[in-house]
């Protein structure tokens, strides 16, 4: 194509229809000539995101945010220029030739680096090697079709098998390692994902961002995912958006689930509206991304106490971001898997028609949860009042406090008080890790073999917080981590399981959360508190034997100023 730059920018322009791109990412609604939906740059319950075809651009009158078809898909999908050009004009049939476009960013290599793995990985399934995930996705009816349409692989258990593969085909550590398909160990890299069903995981365009793996034996954790990268934050994506999109934007709701593999058999069996939360809990991001394409989700997680948790942790998300929400209730020892498999999809459509609404949730949840204190339930459902929006808050109230027996007023004045103790944090706002709180116990071992080993600026961060290194005493593997020694085969093996139960602590536990930087530091203070709240145990220790010296009480008195009403959540 002989046309200069400024002409391939105004085909591209005109032919792509800003319309039909921008309904990939968000639910369109006309409005007068153009169209309206709720910003996909910023977190609104009004919508204030407007489409003009006319103009064949975009605006938000609440953000700011302005541009064309080119500036609308490098926002979304986080492209140069360059990239977001190219591929709309390939999706147009326009070809491109000899024009200077600039340098490609990491995240384009990635993407190449991304699909020649999957290829390795889906190649790898049908192999000798995948025999025995290829009959664990059979024992749950997934084969022919659908293994083909899902891209499901396997992660040999050889420890470099895919770094061999990236390297064979050109791709250098520097970008395999950025990749987080890889960790660097003593003797080289070697693979993140090793004996595992493979799920590819790609955006809303189809473009691949990631992978997840399930283990199939019975090894923790259970769900392994790629770190975030350039291309990859698992807090921003569902699985598997690029086939759902349709179907939610056709129907107008969505299913949620945890897992891939309850995403993937309620495909099969005809929910093509089903997303899953990458087999973690619900991020804030997800439920925003949910928000901008349909008005309803009904929620769908494990009959355990695991997946009640999570479904109040859920509700509350979803409902902070404006969505209605429905609650699925599955009978006890069924994840949605399990049920869709067993009983077909017609018992399944009619879970989804008796699914109960937030309040009728609420108060069988705690019929059932009779065994629980009156303030712990309260204590678990308080977040969820801070969430709703009147008058529906007002309903909700009023049904409570006749399940509880409690006044309306006593019931919302508890309500008003957690808020003001920072136990119900509105979904959105800004929230710190609870030592000891609603996170649950941070597990330090692992954490900090991850920080050290495989986090850019981890090792920086655990230096500063414990210049002496004492969180790596007693410990035989930390202490050789961190003095850089050889280390074994099988304390290789070790350090990579500690390693990936480390990754998710901090996906999980702090990313939702905070930002990279923010994250480190709550661990260096959470190592701060370990090291004074050790001091402090030394000392009373000393104090009750009669050993304690003056300077030494003095000290823990300091310290117990120091700690008090410090509750450190620390394994």
């Not at 000539?33 to 910003?39: E, P, S």
């Not at 989804?352 to 069988?364: G, P, Q």
């Not at 709240?533 to 300077?551: C, D, F, K, N, W």
Request: aromatic share 8%; with cysteine.
């Amino acid at each position: 194509m002989g046309a200069s730059l400024r002409d391939l920018v105004e085909l591209v322009k005109e032919r792509v229809d800003i319309v039909d791109l921008v309904s990939e990412y968000v639910n369109l609604r006309r409005s007068g000539r153009g169209y309206k939906a709720l910003c996909p740059f910023h977190q609104e319950r009004t919508p204030s995101f407007y489409v003009s075809p006319d103009l064949r651009s975009f605006h938000c009158f609440g953000c700011g945010k302005h541009g064309d078809v080119i500036t609308f898909l490098q926002e979304m999908e986080g492209l140069t220029f360059r990239e977001a050009l190219l591929e709309l004009a390939g999706r147009c049939g326009i070809e491109v030739k000899d024009l200077a476009l600039g340098e490609a960013s990491p995240a384009s290599s990635l993407g190449a680096l991304n699909e020649e793995a999957c290829s390795f990985f889906k190649e790898a399934l049908f192999s000798p090697s995948g025999r025995p995930a290829l009959e664990y996705l059979r024992s749950r009816g997934v084969e022919g079709e659908d293994l083909r349409l899902f891209e499901l692989g396997f992660a040999p258990l050889a420890f470099d098998a895919l770094v061999s593969r990236l390297r064979a085909r050109g791709f250098g550590d520097r970008q395999i390692l950025l990749s987080g398909l890889a960790v660097e160990g003593k003797t080289g890299l070697k693979d993140l994902f090793r004996g595992r069903v493979i799920f590819p995981i790609r955006g809303p365009s189809g473009r691949l961002l990631g992978f997840g793996g399930r283990s199939i034996q019975g090894e923790e954790p259970k769900y392994l995912n790629t770190p975030t990268t350039p291309l990859f934050d698992k807090s921003r994506v569902l699985y598997p958006v690029n086939l759902a999109r349709e179907h939610m934007r056709r129907k107008g709701c969505a299913i949620l689930v945890e897992g891939y593999m309850d995403a993937l058999t309620l495909h099969r069996l005809g929910f093509g509206e089903t997303v899953a939360s990458l087999g973690t809990a619900l991020s804030e991001e997800q439920a925003r991304v949910l928000s901008r394409m349909v008005k309803r989700v009904y929620l769908c997680y494990d009959a355990d106490l695991a997946g009640h948790k999570a479904s109040l942790r859920g509700l509350s998300l979803l409902l902070g971001s404006g969505l209605e929400v429905r609650a699925v209730r599955l009978p006890e020892g069924h994840d949605p898997d399990s049920f869709a498999r067993e009983f077909g999809p017609r018992a399944f459509s009619a879970l989804l028609e008796e699914s109960l609404d937030v309040v009728d949730f609420l108060v069988v949840s705690l019929r059932e949860r009779s065994g629980s204190s009156t303030r712990e339930i309260l204590e678990a459902i308080a977040p969820l009042f801070l969430s709703m929006d009147e008058p529906f808050r007002e309903v909700a109230l009023r049904r409570l406090s006749l399940a509880l027996g409690l006044s309306r007023s006593s019931l919302e004045g508890f309500v008003v008080s957690s808020k003001e103790r920072g136990e119900g944090t509105a979904p959105g706002a800004p929230s710190r890790v609870r030592r000891g709180g609603g996170r649950g116990a941070v597990e330090l071992r692992p954490l900090i073999a991850y920080l050290w080993h495989s986090h850019p600026g981890g090792r920086e961060a655990l230096l500063r917080a414990d210049p002496e290194l004492s969180f790596a005493r007693g410990d035989e593997l930390l202490s050789r981590l961190v003095r850089d020694e050889e280390l074994s085969e099988g304390e290789l093996e070790e350090l990579s399981r500690l390693c990936a139960l480390g990754a998710r602590s901090w996906e999980e536990l702090f990313l939702p959360h905070l930002s990279g930087e923010e994250g480190l530091s709550e661990v260096a203070e959470l190592l701060r508190l370990k090291r004074l709240r050790e001091e402090y145990e030394e000392l009373r220790r000393r104090a009750v034997s009669g050993m304690a010296t003056a300077e030494e009480l003095l000290r823990m008195g300091e310290l117990s100023k120091l700690l008090g009403g410090r509750k450190i959540g620390l394994a």
